[in-house]
């Protein structure tokens, strides 16, 4: 498609010369870190090693909202869906920290019976179930780092990069570090896969979905393979030491 | 420092405390020996992970609402029913009970959260969910948020103690794991949130309302720490004998600043920090207020309780 070519390389072209396309922020983990895998149908299930795109872009959108949702109210259905589109294509690449303790964590728990209804009002209790259920939290140790791009609006993303507090479950807080930022021409770390790599099953927002779709508060329903999509990930870190308590990963 | 007023668009609490002879918070049972929550943690330098003792975040949640439930109700602020009896559903029990909380007009979210709001401060500092089959989901994401409480390696220290219950038939022999040392906890108050209505992005409650359940808030804070009420204390009551670290406000919209205490260095950290964010965004966007005991830790949340109005708009600026 030689047109398509053309077009590209005169984008190219217009672009300044010091022009920057992709950021590296980089967060201090402050306390420890749980993020159920997207998948799980159980309700403790295993934690993700690190955010996935999806909890990083949802955690951008949440800022990104809150900021400036306010000063759009008059064209809030048009502003966002022109933000969300930015920021859903948005390539995102994790460094994780040097090391990983992945702690698993009994939970004794009281819930709802799920085979009973709930709807039946003339019920003076609902019935509890007892239950044991394991929680992963993970420890970092060391820095970790989120690349994303490409992008001409660094400037914006890192302002809401700087917003963001936590990932994953609520008071999984990270601490954003400024001076660390950067922003380059190309992707700032590429892990190669032929040293080695553990698998993460990667979640992040398809490539056509809409704010409503993903909206929690919207009618619209998201769907499975279509707005929210579930790819291998590969992350540089290797399992050095596992026990029925905890796992240890190491950073390559 | 002048004694002058400031916004707090958000608040945060890194700090090391310690805590002897507790038995706060168990992962079960094994026969008649009762286990401690641990984690394993790794440090910098080392290989092998350390088993330290711990809290979880949702046990602080819990014992931090304990203290909000009786300041709320002394301090006269709104409560619904569920809110009044402390019950987990909040505002969910008022709407289960069809406690006249909606009238038929009120169909959407943003009227739906207004009322919420406006009728129960429980439910708007710690957050709720209420689901409906068909329906919209109900829920308000909490303004505080804790950290899980981590034992600093080596001085923590975990023991088994024997003990029996004597009960008309037989007595039954029991072991219960006790933990001394101290610890690294870190919390955060989003208190822009306080009152914050995001379906309109406006507040539904005065200016007047939110600083009372800013103070509130913050009271049971301290409360939390100086009367922490969780498992097992009517037998292994924990002692507070000591807390010191920094707490952080945030004038303008920027988080404040946090670092866990297992990092030797949190201190001098939070204050570099506080330092660039001042550069970046101008100066006292940050405010430190550090500690070096409980007693000093209630002056700083006594100054805060004084000083700190809940931030409102893009435009409030620090008047140091």
Redesign the interface.
């Given at each position: 498609m030689p047109k398509r070519l053309n077009k590209s390389h005169t984008t190219q072209q217009e672009l300044p010369v010091n022009a920057k396309q992709w950021l590296t922020v980089t967060y201090q983990p402050v306390s420890l870190f749980s993020l159920k895998r997207s998948d799980a149908t159980s309700m403790a299930a295993r934690s993700n090693l690190v955010p996935t795109p999806y909890a990083i872009k949802m955690a951008l959108l949440k800022v990104l909202l809150e900021s400036q949702g306010g000063q759009h109210q008059s064209d809030l259905d048009q502003w966002i869906k022109s933000q969300f589109i930015w920021i859903r294509d948005l390539s995102i690449h994790i460094w994780p920290p040097e090391k990983l303790v992945v702690n698993r964590n009994g939970y004794k728990l009281r819930y709802y019976d799920q085979t009973a209804d709930k709807a039946d009002k003339s019920r003076s209790t609902l019935p509890m179930q007892d239950g044991f259920v394991f929680r992963e939290w993970v420890y970092m140790q060391g820095h970790l780092q989120i690349c994303c791009g490409p992008s001409d609006r660094l400037t914006q993303l890192e302002q809401l990069f700087s917003l963001i507090n936590y990932f994953g479950k609520r008071g999984c807080f990270f601490q954003y570090l400024p001076q660390y930022s950067q922003q380059t021409l190309d992707l700032l770390f590429q892990h190669n896969s032929t040293i080695g790599f553990t698998v993460q099953p990667m979640d992040d927002l398809g490539e056509k979905t809409t704010f409503s779709r993903i909206n929690p508060y919207s009618t619209d329903k998201a769907q499975l393979d279509k707005d929210r999509v579930i790819k291998p990930g590969f992350l540089p870190v290797q399992l050095t030491s596992s026990s029925a308590r905890y796992d240890i990963y190491q950073r390559y | 420092m002048t004694n002058t007023q400031f916004p707090a668009y958000?608040i945060s609490i890194?700090g090391s405390l310690s805590w002897q002879l507790h038995a706060l918070n168990n992962?079960?049972n094994e026969g008649n020996q009762s286990l401690t929550?641990?984690?394993?943690?790794?440090?910098?330098g080392m290989n092998e992970?350390e088993s330290v003792n711990g809290v979880?975040?949702d046990m602080l949640?819990h014992i931090q609402a304990e203290h909000l439930h009786r300041i709320a109700i002394e301090s006269g602020l709104n409560l619904s029913e569920g809110g009044k009896q402390f019950n987990p559903d909040r505002i969910g029990y008022d709407i289960d009970k069809n406690i006249g909380i909606f009238t038929e007009k009120d169909t959407d979210?943003t009227t739906k959260t207004a009322k919420v709001i406006q009728r129960c401060s429980i439910s708007d500092l710690e957050g709720f969910m209420v689901t409906e089959?068909k329906g919209?989901?109900l829920?308000r994401?909490?303004v505080i948020?804790?950290?899980?409480v981590?034992g600093l390696p080596t001085l923590v220290k975990t023991q088994s103690y024997f003990h029996a219950k004597y009960g008309t038939d037989n007595p039954t022999p029991y072991n219960v794991q006790v933990s001394s040392g101290l610890y690294a906890t870190?919390l955060?108050i989003e208190a822009f949130r306080i009152g914050y209505n995001?379906?309109?992005?406006?507040y539904s409650i005065d200016t007047v309302e939110r600083k009372k359940r800013l103070d509130a808030l913050l009271k049971s804070v301290l409360y939390t720490y100086l009367q922490p009420n969780g498992a097992k204390r009517n037998t292994n009551l924990p002692h507070p004998d000591h807390f010191e670290g920094v707490i952080t406000v945030s004038t303008r919209?920027?988080?404040a600043?946090?670092?866990?205490a297992l990092e030797a260095s949190y201190n001098r950290q939070i204050h570099s920090?506080a330092n660039?964010?001042n550069n970046?965004n101008g100066a006292d966007t940050i405010l430190c207020f550090d500690f070096e005991n409980i007693a000093e830790f209630a002056a700083q949340i006594e100054t805060l309780i004084e000083r700190a109005q809940p931030w409102e708009s893009?435009n409030a600026e620090a008047v140091e």
């Open positions: - | 958000s890194s992962e079960g929550r641990r984690y394993y943690i790794i440090q910098k992970p979880s975040g949640k979210l089959k919209q989901t829920k994401e909490s948020e804790f950290g899980a981590v870190v955060n995001p379906h309109n992005f406006n919209r920027c988080p600043p946090m670092i866990s920090l660039t964010l970046l893009d």
